[in-house]
């Protein structure tokens, strides 16, 4: 039974004022490129792009920082999308036969996608004219004709249905059969077979009237919609895709037999049964069906022919790639994922002869391509946005916020340098649509990411669009099992196809040794610290022009020789000896080799003092770079501790041992349970009958805390580092203040040292006579032995001591160095804050006891009120194992906030997180997107644009919805209020008619989360080493739950629209 206890009612309006000016939980916009995209689509007019992804997902990019998105109701693969030019409205086909009509409107300034109108093919037998067929089952292509007022559909039975777009209905009396069409094709033709699907519908661009239709068989018919004829028929094989020129007197058509044809659509007999021109590019053995082919027509006479597959089927069958050819030049686009779609950017004006192609963009299953067709040998052209982060795996990743302006000039600096932009100036970015609203950053901020592949991505995290700046590599400095070889990637020019190597996304790492563990960046200094999977740990200093200089290599022991262990995992990676020439970026001056070779579990940089510290599984070591000496080395293995040998690449854990374990908890969870519920009964009583006395109104109920079982001391990896701390304070006394390090172990055991940092690290770079000391100084262990996340030690005033050199060069406030510190302890299962110098206890807060909850990141950060400028509270943000977010006061540790951010069932999600400085996160929804979240009312960021649209006057509008919180409908687990569109009638649904009521205050929610479709089949469990009572009290919290919808008011429940705000 649940036992209570009783607190005042302490509710303070003016501090629940506070909390709303100061907190708000936004998810605001997604970096990266969305996750399993199906669908591709272009407005030449606007020239904007739309992506629709396999979740349902609907995303407009225009100009860096115009971004529009919106998600169906339905979790189904969004299979075609069309523009209604000019109009910034999109159809989507779903694979469901549904059709949806999305808008982009203006509301305050500021443009936000709508979904306007949605239609569900019927499926009644005998609708598909003569065919008998059910009609409308598969829909198989989509046409937008007459200026898009109109849509041709094609489907699976052969027949074409005609909707009239700006209602979603279907237009009665214009349905085209198969047997009308039969009507007009030769009867040798016929032999009794049935036309086949619909696979291609193009139209004039002159004369709306006349429609091109391609069927699976071959057949190709230009049909007179007006006259209710076929004007010209084309005899062909087996039809993949049709492609008709933009005069009208050239079709192109692409076969399953890896084949194109040319048809003369000017002159001629009709039917057709031979080609102008026939040819098989990559023939004359079996080739792949060319998907899709494109015309385009230039002013030279020199035509360009683009095309999808068609490759040798024995030797080039499993790749991906597009065709471009030119005159006699011919060029294989070989990509790493498979081909989605493609679209050029051209001309489409009709008073233009000819098509003149800017610009070849290629949406792949990984990533975008842009080819700039102006410039000889047709270069890629860098994406400002939708960059793929997944190129390699992301291993790790940290934030840097205010990075200074010279710093950050430098690292563009080096950026530029790593891929030069071509002499033309014609090569730039040709989706340029709308415009951005926002406000240029106050501050930049930087996003790092390690990867599988050994290297660390640069990102400008300021804005909407998350722009990559540098890459570095630290793969050039070892010997790999596998050598790069530039030599086989760079086909010889006799070689057929003429393949070339074109996007980023490589998944493939050289040593999976190589993988980056941990990242720490000086942004005063320009160092870093990259530690890896293999114990490598890496000291670069940023150099703005190439060198050829060793590297000083170093190894440090962490076993201390301790006798009876033997390491069973991977080797240590080889480091290549001699002068080794080096790019300008980061470049390494130092290699520190952990021994074991065990993956880096956590490290730490501080320039000022010139040391590094880094942590195992075995232990922690202290290094003084500037000597190249090291200072210290800690074995924190437990003698039990034997899975601490294996290494992450080892697989030799003992299930029997784990199942062991597992039941003794539960079992003496079960024994100590009946001991204290026969001592508790009589207080249980007395409880319940002060319950029955008190009204609600009088006292606040609570449950109290949760029995947490304390851990074993021999439990497996105890020995893992978990954190490291540099800091400034009070160790030996009370009077006097040095260096000191501090570790945080999983068993919950806390060590601080007393470092003596000679006087001439601080002053310069120059390599001091005497070396830096280490003396351990307090030695904590915590009673449950949770593991320790976190250690930041608070000043005089309770706020944490500032970086490195921010204090020294006047670039942040002073620590107040008078009054008493005291240190901050976040472990997996609570926040307690002890006295400095004597290590006493003076608050805590048992978030595992009251939650029920385990913590997995935390962060202190800086939260500015935005009704006063210069007020802000520094507060501590941490995330739990249940995917919430709590925010608690510092130094009280008194809860302020909490929400729900991540679905508890995404464990890569959760452990992806990372807090920024100023109360904003990231975290992976899938794994090439980051979503990005803000705590902060004040500091938010997320997409202001607009776009200029026109629309035809007797164009339908959808009515303004009331105005929902950024970014509220999101795909890919953002949370929010799924939209309920208007009906095919063009009447909003029920659930729609309270929508325009003013909406709460955002500051009060706890958004509920709407799962996502793309992460909805991790079903790993997430509760750690809880014991049964933990998970039966969690499993009974739900009416917490409930609590939090019920605040959510009417209005905002029932919210339907999308504001991209």
Not at 418 to 437: C, E, F, H, V
Not at 486 to 514: H, I, M, N, T
Not at 751 to 778: I, W
């Amino acid at each position: 039974m649940m036992k209570f206890r009783f607190r005042r009612q302490g509710a303070d309006p003016q501090r629940e004022k506070l909390k709303q000016e100061l907190f708000a939980f936004h998810k605001t916009v997604e970096h990266g490129f969305p996750n399993q995209p199906s669908a591709l689509a272009f407005d030449p007019e606007l020239r904007i792009m739309a992506i629709g992804t396999r979740s349902g997902a609907v995303k407009i990019y225009g100009a860096p920082g115009v971004e529009f998105t919106g998600l169906h109701r339905d979790a189904a693969t969004v299979t075609q999308m069309h523009f209604l030019p000019g109009q910034g409205r999109v159809l989507t086909l779903l694979d469901d036969d549904s059709l949806h009509l999305w808008e982009i409107v203006h509301h305050d300034g500021c443009a936000h996608l709508e979904e306007a109108l949605h239609f569900q093919a019927p499926s009644r037998p005998g609708f598909d004219g003569a065919s008998g067929l059910p009609s409308l089952t598969h829909i198989t292509v989509v046409l937008l004709v007459a200026a898009g007022d109109m849509a041709a559909l094609g489907t699976e039975g052969g027949s074409i249905f005609f909707l009239d777009v700006p209602t979603l209905t279907l237009l009665e009396g214009q349905t085209l059969g198969p047997d009308e069409v039969l009507r007009s094709v030769p009867d040798d033709y016929r032999c009794g077979k049935a036309l086949g699907p619909v696979e291609s519908l193009q139209g004039h661009l002159r004369d709306p009237t006349k429609i091109l239709i391609g069927y699976s068989r071959g057949l190709l018919v230009i049909w007179n919609q007006a006259a209710r004829c076929a004007e010209r028929i084309f005899l062909g094989n087996q039809l993949e895709g049709v492609c008709w020129e933009r005069s009208g007197h050239t079709v192109v058509s692409s076969h399953s037999d890896g084949s194109y044809a040319i048809w003369a659509a000017d002159t001629g007999d009709s039917p057709a049964v031979q080609p102008t021109v026939a040819t098989m590019p990559y023939g004359p053995f079996p080739c792949k069906a060319i998907n899709k082919v494109l015309w385009r027509s230039c002013a030279s006479g020199e035509h360009f022919v683009i095309f999808s597959g068609g490759m040798p089927r024995a030797s080039y069958g499993d790749r991906h790639c597009v065709s471009v050819l030119q005159a006699e030049t011919l060029v294989t686009l070989d990509f790493t994922s498979r081909v989605i779609d493609f679209f050029t950017v051209h001309s489409t004006r009709p008073e233009d002869e000819f098509d003149e192609p800017q610009a070849l963009a290629v949406l792949l299953e990984e990533e975008l391509v842009v080819l700039d067709l102006q410039t000889p040998g047709w270069p890629a052209v860098p994406a400002p946005y939708l960059a793929p982060l997944h190129s390699s795996a992301i291993t790790c990743s940290a934030h840097v916020a205010n990075v200074p302006a010279k710093l950050w000039a430098r690292i563009v600096s080096a950026g530029e340098q790593q891929s030069p932009q071509p002499a033309s100036g014609s090569s730039s970015w040709p989706i340029t649509g709308g415009r951005n609203l926002a406000q240029e950053p106050s501050q930049r901020g930087l996003l790092l990411t390690g990867h599988e592949d050994g290297t660390v991505r640069f990102w400008d995290a300021s804005g909407v669009a998350l722009r990559p700046l540098y890459k570095l590599s630290t793969a050039g400095l070892f010997q790999t099992d596998c050598e790069h070889a530039d030599s086989l990637a760079q086909a010889a020019e006799d070689d057929w196809p003429p393949f070339r190597k074109v996007g980023c996304f490589d998944p493939y790492s050289d040593d999976p040794r190589l993988g980056v563990q941990k990242v720490a960046l000086c942004k005063y200094t320009a160092q870093m610290v990259v530690a890896g999977t293999a114990g490598q740990v890496l000291v670069l200093e940023l150099s703005d022009t190439p060198a050829e200089q060793a590297v000083g290599v170093a190894s440090l022991d962490l076993l201390q020789d301790r006798e009876g262990f033997t390491w069973k995992g991977h080797e240590r990676l080889s480091p290549r000896l001699g002068p080794l020439p080096w790019p300008a970026g980061f470049q390494p001056r130092t290699l520190i080799q952990c021994l074991p070779p065990a993956a880096v579990t956590a490290v730490t940089l501080h320039a000022e003092w010139g040391l590094v510290a880094f942590g195992t599984s075995h232990g922690f070591g202290l290094f003084d770079y500037l000597r190249r000496s090291p200072v210290l080395a800690r074995c924190t293995l437990h003698p039990s501790d034997s899975l601490a040998m294996e290494g992450p690449l080892s697989r030799v854990k003992s299930l029997k041992k784990s199942l062991r374990q597992s039941f003794r908890r539960i079992r003496k969870s079960r024994a100590s349970g009946k001991k204290r519920m026969v001592a508790g009964s009589k207080l249980q009583e007395a409880n319940a009958q002060l319950a029955e006395q008190a009204g609600p109104q009088d006292v606040e109920v609570t449950p109290v805390q949760r029995r947490i079982e304390p851990r074993s001391a021999d439990d497996s990896l105890s020995g893992v580092v978990r954190c490291l701390y540099f800091a400034d304070t009070f160790l030996r006394d009370a009077a006097h203040h040095g260096p000191t390090m501090w570790a945080g172990t999983n068993s919950g055991s806390v060590f601080a040292y007393a470092l003596e940092v000679p006087a001439a690290v601080a002053g310069g770079e120059k390599r001091p006579e005497r070396a830096v000391e280490a003396v351990l100084g307090k030695e904590v262990q915590l009673m449950h032995r949770a593991p320790v996340v976190a250690i930041a030690v608070l000043d005089g005033r309770g706020r944490p001591l500032p970086e490195p050199y921010e204090a020294s060069r006047d670039l942040a406030q002073a620590p107040d160095m008078q009054g008493g510190h005291a240190v901050l302890i976040a472990s997996e299962e609570q926040f307690k804050v002890f006295t400095l110098p004597k290590v006493s206890a003076k608050t805590k807060f048992k978030l595992t006891a009251h939650e029920g909850c385990r913590v997995r990141k935390v962060a202190l950060a800086t939260f500015a009120s935005v009704a006063c400028e210069d007020y802000a509270e520094t507060c501590l943000a941490c995330l739990t194992n249940l995917g919430d977010v709590h925010v608690f006061s510092v130094p009280g540790l008194r809860p302020q906030v909490h929400y729900a951010c991540i679905r508890k069932e995404d464990i890569s999600g959760i452990a992806s997180c990372v807090f920024t400085r100023h109360g904003q996160g990231f975290y992976l929804i899938s794994p090439s997107e980051f979503e990005r979240f803000s705590l902060s009312a004040r500091n938010i960021t997320e997409p202001l644009c607009s776009l200029d649209v026109h629309w035809p006057r007797d164009a339908p509008r959808v009515s303004h919805r009331s105005r929902e919180s950024p970014k509220l409908s999101q795909a890919n687990g953002t949370p929010g209020i799924i939209l309920a569109p208007q009906s095919r009638d063009g009447s909003p649904d029920p659930i729609c008619k309270e929508a325009d009521t003013a909406e709460p205050p955002e500051a009060m929610l706890s958004p509920v989360s709407i799962d996502s479709a793309t992460s909805a089949d991790t079903t790993l469990d997430t509760t750690g080493d809880m014991t049964v009572e933990d998970v039966k009290d969690f499993l009974g919290s739900s009416e917490e739950s409930e609590k939090n919808l019920r605040n959510l008011s009417e209005e905002e429940a029932r919210a339907c629209a999308i504001l991209i705000k």
